[in-house]
């Protein structure tokens, strides 16, 4: 299988002075209104295929982009990426013409376990040891029963497990927290990820984690396009990835919000048309593109409850016929909708499950109570930009 790699070389680059901006997108910024900024022709967008145009309208505000421009200010290059493994690449060719095609990320990922000791408190301490913000937002939604950090005090402990993804010296992505320990005046308490259901529990199998279930928003008559995150297409020799499933279904079908929420968006967002995006408030956003028309109750900024109407099946936007395309996101990271809908409704685990968890929350347990008794104890990685200039290879 060929493979397209993305190598980004950090050092000032004197011979060509060519520089790789690190910016943000722009509240209101569109694929197409930056194409008109750069002079680049809009058949280039109108040219791609229908599954790269929705990738084109999954760019969001204030998500990092690299442009890298000639000496005379004009775009040579520019990377964008849309999840977490893919990334859209405008550049120009031999001729000087604009081209499209989509990479994966060439990502670095680690796996650390550390144990920090509170000085000051338990967000401070993890903010200054590991410059993530996030790590401590997710401890506290981890043990939001049966821990009160207020009692928490200096010579106090935390240590956690966690994997992170770094893509040019930033975190990309969301944390991936495996394990937890939070000690308050001796006492240790314990959560371990369940790599089954992704939910949190204690050390005898205790469960800790609000369960939100989502529903098929749609009586549909087939998939007739599933989710894929990054997938080599051996014949077109190119990566593909489309971030969400699609329901086929006639024009007019209702919609129904898949789980309680609120009203983040309602409008036009490029190739999806006609989008709503609805707010969980437990890290998980839902999107409904290409519909016909909007229910007239909703409205953007109200909450909403799972089974409500919201809107209609269409085939607005640029769409190969009417459907419904159904985003699904974590923690701003798209993920297959149907890994979620489709997961059991029950508890807690069963007998069989529980054998299995407790094995890996042992071993969990004694790597946090080593790192606990080392005198050195690990420093945590902490990722830092190191430059602002870089030239950009594909070989």
Same mark, same amino acid.
């Given at each position: 299988?060929?493979?397209i790699f993305?190598?980004?070389?950090? +050092?000032?680059?004197?011979?060509y002075?060519?520089?790789?901006?690190?910016?943000?997108w722009?509240?209101?910024?569109?694929?197409?209104?930056?194409?008109?900024?750069? %002079?680049?022709?809009?058949? #280039?967008?109108f040219?791609?295929e229908?599954?790269?145009?929705?990738?084109? %309208?999954e760019?969001?505000?204030?998500?990092?982009?690299?442009l890298?421009?000639?000496?005379?200010?004009?775009?040579?290059?520019?990377?964008?990426?849309?999840?977490?493994?893919?990334?859209?690449?405008?550049?120009?060719?031999?001729?000087?013409?604009?081209?499209?095609?989509?990479?994966?990320?060439?990502?670095?990922?680690?796996?650390?376990t550390?144990?920090?000791?509170?000085?000051?408190? =338990? %967000?401070?301490?993890?903010?200054?040891?590991?410059?993530?913000?996030t790590?401590a937002?997710?401890?506290?939604?981890?043990?939001?029963?049966?821990?009160? *950090?207020?009692?928490?005090?200096k010579?106090?402990?935390?240590?956690?497990?966690?994997?992170?993804?770094?893509y040019l010296?930033?975190?990309?992505?969301?944390?991936?927290?495996?394990?937890?320990?939070?000690?308050?005046?001796?006492?240790?308490?314990?959560?371990f990820?369940?790599p089954?259901?992704?939910?949190?529990?204690?050390?005898?199998?205790?469960?800790?984690?609000?369960?939100?279930?989502?529903?098929?928003p749609i009586?549909? /008559?087939?998939?007739?396009s599933?989710?894929?995150?990054?997938?080599?297409?051996?014949?077109l020799?190119?990566?593909?990835?489309?971030?969400?499933?699609? +329901?086929?279904?006639?024009?007019?079908?209702?919609?129904?919000?898949?789980?309680?929420?609120?009203?983040?968006?309602?409008?036009?967002?490029?190739?999806?048309?006609?989008?709503?995006?609805?707010?969980?408030n437990?890290g998980?956003?839902?999107?409904?593109?290409?519909?016909?028309?909007?229910?007239? %109750?909703?409205?953007?900024?109200?909450?909403?409850?799972?089974?409500?109407?919201i809107?209609?099946?269409?085939?607005?936007? #640029?769409?190969?016929?009417?459907?419904?395309?159904?985003?699904?996101?974590k923690?701003?990271?798209?993920?297959?909708?149907l890994?979620?809908?489709?997961?059991?409704s029950?508890?807690?685990?069963?007998?069989?499950?529980? =054998?299995?968890?407790?094995?890996?929350?042992?071993?969990y347990?004694?790597?946090?109570?080593?790192?606990?008794k080392?005198?050195?104890?690990?420093?945590?990685?902490?990722?830092?930009? /190191? /430059?602002?200039?870089?030239?950009?290879?594909? *070989?």
């Amino acid at each position: 299988m060929r493979r397209i790699f993305l190598s980004i070389i950090i +050092f000032f680059n004197f011979l060509y002075s060519a520089q790789v901006e690190e910016l943000n997108w722009s509240r209101g910024e569109t694929f197409l209104t930056f194409l008109e900024k750069y %002079s680049i022709p809009q058949k #280039l967008y109108f040219d791609l295929e229908k599954e790269d145009q929705e990738l084109c %309208s999954e760019i969001t505000a204030d998500r990092r982009f690299y442009l890298y421009t000639d000496d005379d200010g004009k775009l040579n290059q520019v990377l964008i990426p849309v999840s977490d493994d893919i990334q859209l690449h405008i550049y120009k060719d031999s001729n000087n013409k604009y081209q499209f095609q989509t990479l994966p990320i060439n990502y670095t990922e680690y796996t650390e376990t550390v144990a920090i000791e509170i000085t000051e408190s =338990v %967000s401070y301490d993890i903010s200054k040891a590991t410059g993530d913000v996030t790590l401590a937002a997710l401890l506290k939604s981890i043990f939001t029963e049966g821990v009160n *950090f207020r009692k928490m005090q200096k010579g106090d402990f935390i240590a956690l497990e966690y994997s992170q993804k770094a893509y040019l010296g930033r975190p990309l992505g969301m944390p991936d927290l495996k394990a937890a320990m939070v000690q308050i005046d001796g006492t240790s308490y314990f959560r371990f990820k369940n790599p089954k259901d992704d939910k949190y529990y204690d050390e005898k199998g205790t469960g800790f984690t609000k369960s939100y279930f989502f529903q098929v928003p749609i009586s549909y /008559t087939r998939i007739s396009s599933e989710f894929t995150n990054k997938r080599w297409h051996p014949i077109l020799q190119r990566y593909r990835a489309h971030l969400g499933t699609d +329901f086929s279904a006639p024009v007019g079908r209702t919609i129904y919000a898949a789980a309680d929420g609120k009203i983040e968006f309602l409008g036009i967002k490029g190739g999806y048309g006609k989008t709503t995006i609805i707010n969980h408030n437990n890290g998980y956003k839902t999107l409904y593109a290409h519909q016909s028309d909007f229910a007239k %109750s909703v409205k953007q900024g109200i909450n909403i409850k799972k089974g409500e109407l919201i809107g209609y099946v269409g085939n607005t936007g #640029l769409s190969s016929g009417p459907h419904l395309h159904l985003g699904l996101y974590k923690n701003g990271t798209a993920i297959d909708p149907l890994t979620v809908i489709n997961k059991p409704s029950n508890d807690g685990l069963d007998n069989k499950e529980r =054998v299995a968890f407790l094995a890996i929350s042992k071993n969990y347990q004694q790597k946090i109570d080593n790192e606990l008794k080392k005198e050195n104890k690990k420093i945590p990685t902490r990722l830092e930009r /190191t /430059t602002d200039k870089s030239e950009i290879n594909i *070989f």
